[in-house]
């Protein structure tokens, strides 16, 4: 298995832009998290889904951001607009009910 | 979730072996003891778990106190390789919730 792939690694955007963040999890897996990780505020969850459903999206930190997982194998973060504090590695995570959570490499996201 | 506490920071000589500390005095009966590290500039990478037995597996060995409420993550032979922040998360394991949220976690440098 080639484990968590995110996409892009990178991306640069100007302010007020939509940035679509995305991830493909582990086959088999049915819980997908969301992470955001900044030198000031660590590494925060923001939503996490089980068996394609939100579970708990109290960690997203306004409107601008939605995420969505249409099925199985694919989940998107979304912001609209952008601004320069989402700045961030966003990180995208698959687990298997309560076994350990497999991490993709990240987005590094930069607004300007 | 039950919070963890861990020391800020810790240093470990290459070759020997490094214990890191967790306190989780008020974990749940339901709740299992995770460990994960990040190593700069990568996602966090699992790397044991359990729910109250002692647990080895080829990275590192787990060992939880009778009651529960702290332990400790060892590397045997730490590397220079192993230098990365060591996150201990308490996380329930059943029903539909399995949220898992990362502290502050400790800073080990091994060094030569």
């Given at each position: 298995d080639a484990g968590v792939i995110q996409s892009p690694r990178h991306e640069v955007t100007e302010m007020g832009q939509e940035v679509t963040l995305r991830c493909k999890p582990i086959s088999g897996?049915?819980?997908?998290?969301?992470?955001?990780?900044?030198?000031?505020?660590?590494?925060?969850?923001?939503?996490?889904?089980?068996?394609?459903?939100?579970?708990?999206?109290?960690?997203?930190?306004?409107?601008?951001?939605?995420?969505?997982?249409?099925?199985?194998?694919?989940?998107?973060?979304?912001?609209?607009?952008?601004?320069?504090?989402?700045?961030?590695?966003?990180?995208?995570?698959?687990?298997?009910?309560?076994?350990?959570?497999?991490?993709?490499?990240?987005?590094?996201?930069?607004?300007? | 979730d039950a919070k963890t506490t861990q020391p800020t920071s810790m240093d470990c000589a290459e070759g020997r072996a490094a214990n890191l500390p967790c306190n989780h005095s008020t974990i749940s009966g339901n709740e299992y003891v995770y460990w994960y590290r990040q190593i700069h500039s990568q996602g966090p990478q699992y790397i044991i778990h359990g729910l109250k037995n002692n647990e080895t597996n080829e990275m590192a060995s787990l060992i939880i106190t009778e009651d529960r409420k702290s332990s400790t993550l060892i590397l045997p032979h730490a590397t220079l390789r192993d230098t990365a922040v060591y996150y201990c998360i308490v996380r329930v394991a059943d029903g539909n919730d399995y949220k898992l949220s990362f502290g502050a976690g400790t800073t080990v440098t091994v060094r030569a």
């Open positions: 897996h049915n819980s997908l998290f969301w992470y955001r990780q900044t030198m000031m505020r660590g590494l925060e969850l923001l939503i996490y889904f089980n068996n394609n459903v939100p579970i708990d999206d109290s960690g997203m930190p306004e409107d601008r951001f939605s995420a969505k997982m249409p099925n199985a194998s694919f989940s998107t973060l979304k912001i609209q607009p952008s601004e320069p504090r989402d700045s961030a590695v966003y990180f995208c995570a698959s687990s298997s009910q309560a076994l350990g959570a497999f991490f993709g490499q990240g987005t590094r996201l930069t607004v300007v | -």
